[in-house]
């Protein structure tokens, strides 16, 4: 059987919390280095969370490639470039 990888624990609290706060958030850990990504953390009910898991299913991909693409269409960049 294979070895399992070592878990990483919690990081450690930040010293400065406000310092922490206006930092910027560290580069990500996928090999898309050029991209950014922020955590957009929402609640939902089970069943809507279901319903979500079945239809990224269905389309052969994740959840997170497919909410990306949905607020993505939701919320595009106006003309010029700028955010809305």
Same mark, same amino acid.
């Given at each position: 059987m *294979? /070895?399992? #990888? !070592? $878990?990483?624990?919690?990081?450690s609290r930040p010293a400065d919390p406000?310092?922490?706060?206006?930092a910027a &958030? *560290? +580069?990500p850990r996928d090999s &898309? +280095?050029?991209s950014f990504y +922020?955590? =957009? !953390?929402i609640d939902v009910t #089970? /069943? =809507? $969370?279901?319903?979500i898991k079945i239809a990224a299913f269905r389309r052969?991909? !994740?959840v997170a490639d497919m909410l990306r693409e949905l607020l993505a269409r939701e919320f595009p960049l106006d003309p010029d470039g700028d955010h809305p």
């Open positions: *294979s /070895e399992r #990888p !070592t $878990r990483r624990g919690f990081a406000e310092q922490w706060i206006k &958030d *560290s +580069a &898309d +280095a050029g +922020a955590r =957009l !953390t #089970p /069943e =809507l $969370r279901g319903r052969g991909v !994740t």
